[in-house]
């Protein structure tokens, strides 16, 4: 496949905290909510070293939980330095894709 | 007995602060990822590929003295023991010279000798250093280099493990008295090298001058036989006590409470081991380059020329010195960002 040529172009943190806007996850449905959003298939090394990385720098934080499962969701700060950087990516995104022709 | 699985013993490689804090759920994680079919191959891959980042970057370590402390001695560790591994190495390579010169046969060494070894000046008559190409006084500065930085660091390593003691009694734990015999030993193995150094060559300059033919001096008389087994004594006290003091560096770093001074220290000692590592690279890189250029010693009319008889392992010294360079930068880094989170925080009071 041609894309592959230019390597992971979605940035873990971005779909991690894409994934937790709809509302707060464990680590295994979050691997499988982006599976499905991107088809990117995340190994739980990689989640959670976002996660780790996510939760230091108060982007997401950890809800108490009953049982091995612990669920995580963004905080407001995430929110919106998520919000920052779509923004940035649709705007890169719109001008590529009207360069290129596909959109009007 | 259960078997344990790939991915457990994966686990087994995060820092013990990440296990107790994100093991049960990430093994909850792992379970469901098996359960539909995920190989455990990839995710024990996956595992150790971040059990290295978290050890090496201590993302989402508690902040606590304890933890910041340990691990600003295991990055200290991890800077200066591959100097103690690599040096042996870089000065048995770079170290023996033999050197000759065509104007009347005069054998001599350069006006520039910093060595602790008895290798380089051999001069009869006293016709010191009479003509020395570019090439042989870059090789020469290199080589110099090589052993200004080895007499740098080692100074700053007696001096960190001067420090570690004074650290080590001031502590006060359980285990003081073993952790503090242990940080005697590479002094104990140098002193004891040294000794026997001295024991062997004043045996053998014991011998008497029996004659000479043809230009060649003859010794008789000494010792010869307690001398040969002093050499073999003193490589055996070089060798395995150099390793034995890495080991018991290893152990001390891992396990022994320290003060804060102390750390500051080490990690002054840690960015001096890895400022020496990467000075000697780059002089052996020039050293090697330049010999293997110059191609086996020719004698020119009047000019010295050094030969290394050990030049052949040169481009295996820069693999294993650019492998330890690159540890001791990684261990010198980390201990200076532990070093800054502990002091910016003032954890100590904690």
């Known amino acids: 496949m041609a894309s592959k040529r230019l390597g992971r172009t979605q940035d873990p943190t971005i779909l991690v905290l894409t994934s937790l806007t709809g509302g707060s996850k464990h680590g295994y449905a979050i691997i499988k909510d982006i599976e499905e959003m991107t088809g990117t298939v995340f190994g739980p090394g990689t989640l959670y070293g976002v996660l780790v990385r996510l939760e230091e720098e ?17 905080t407001g700060v995430g929110s919106a330095v998520l919000t920052e950087r779509l923004q940035t990516s649709l705007k890169v995104a719109t001008i590529g894709l009207r360069r290129l022709g596909s959109v009007n | ?102 104007g009347g046969g ?28 570019t090439t042989e006084w870059v090789i020469g500065l290199s080589n110099m280099a090589i052993e200004a930085a080895f007499l740098l660091a080692f100074i700053a390593l007696a001096i960190g493990l001067a420090a570690l003691r004074y650290g080590i009694k ?3 734990a359980s285990n003081r008295r073993r952790m503090y015999s242990l940080t005697w030993l590479p002094m104990v193995t140098v002193l004891t090298f040294v000794g026997l150094a001295i024991a062997q060559n004043s045996l053998r300059n014991g011998a008497r001058f029996v004659g000479s033919a043809h230009g060649e ?3 008789g008389g000494g010792h010869p036989a307690v001398a040969a087994f002093l050499g073999n004594l003193e490589w055996t006290v070089a060798v395995g006590g150099w390793i034995v003091s890495m080991v018991a560096l290893s152990v001390v770093s891992r396990s022994v409470t320290l003060p804060p001074e102390t ?6 000692v840690s960015a ?3 400022i020496s590592l990467c000075v000697t690279f780059v002089a052996v890189v020039i050293w090697g380059t330049l ?22 392992l040169w481009l295996l010294l820069v693999l294993v010195l650019g492998v330890a360079t690159l540890l001791s930068i990684a261990g010198a880094s980390s201990a200076r960002q532990s070093w800054r989170t502990i002091y910016a925080e003032r954890l100590w009071d904690t």
Do not use: N
Not at chain 2, 30 to 35: C, R, W
Not at chain 2, 107 to 119: E, I
Not at chain 2, 263 to 268: A, I
């Open chain 2, 170 to 172: 001031r502590e006060k």
């Open chain 2, 217 to 219: 001096v003859y010794l």
């Open chain 1, 58 to 74: 108060g982007l997401v934080e950890a809800l108490p939980s009953s049982d091995r499962r612990r669920p995580y969701r963004i």
């Open chain 2, 272 to 274: 001096i081991s890895s």
């Open chain 2, 291 to 312: 010999i293997a250029s110059r191609g086996p010693a020719v004698v020119h009319a009047g000019t010295v020329v050094a030969t290394y008889p050990e030049h052949g």
């Open chain 2, 1 to 102: 007995m259960a078997r344990t699985s790939i991915t457990e013993v994966a686990l087994r490689c995060y820092p013990s602060w990440w296990r107790e804090r994100y093991g049960d759920e990430m093994r909850a994680t792992i379970e469901s990822l098996q359960i539909e079919g995920r190989s455990a191959l990839s995710i024990a891959l996956g595992l150790l590929r971040d059990a290295l980042r978290s050890h090496v970057q201590g993302r989402g370590m508690p902040r606590t003295y304890g933890l910041l402390a340990t691990r600003t001695r295991t990055s200290i560790a991890t800077a200066t023991i591959p100097w103690m591994a690599v040096i042996p190495f870089v000065l048995a390579v770079t170290g023996p010279t033999h050197y000759t010169a065509s």
């Open chain 2, 263 to 268: 750390l500051r220290l080490g990690r002054t």
């Open chain 2, 106 to 133: 005069v054998v001599a060494g350069y006006p520039f000798v910093l060595s602790p070894f008895p290798t380089k000046l051999f001069s009869s008559p006293h016709h010191l250093h009479p003509v020395i190409s």
